[in-house]
Nanobody
């Protein structure tokens, strides 16, 4: 069984910063990729950023230059540094990881979500 624990959401004024963390635990062979998605009220869940085990990254156009994704493989943790936050960044942010077990089985897992609210 795999557990994801997210932290770091909250309320911030426009222009401010937040850092999200997501730690994975369990009997895991490898994790690839690790990413963050978000879902605003009335909208579909969308990819924010993703990072592979080799460090390759992918960002949504709306966050490029403002958000930075990183990972600590030793801690099975992914981070999302969010700077220059805008009201339109307000959403529930979800961690997503691709887990491979020693058996070769692969499965996606989602975090419980953390609320990010940016006030204008």
């Amino acid at each position: 069984q795999v557990q994801l624990v997210e932290s770091g959401g909250g309320l911030v004024q426009a222009g401010g910063s937040l850092r999200l963390s997501c730690a994975a635990s369990g009997t895991i062979f490898s994790i690839n990729p690790m990413g963050w998605y978000r879902q605003a009220p009335g909208k579909q869940r969308e990819l924010v950023a993703r990072i592979t085990s080799g460090g390759s990254t992918d960002y949504a156009d709306s966050v490029k230059g403002r958000f930075t994704i990183s990972r600590d493989n030793a801690k099975s943790t992914v981070y999302l540094q969010m700077n220059s936050l805008r009201p339109e960044d307000t959403a529930v942010y979800y961690c997503n990881v691709g887990v491979e077990f020693r058996s070769g089985l692969k499965r996606d897992y989602w975090g419980q979500g953390t609320q990010v609210t940016v006030s204008s």
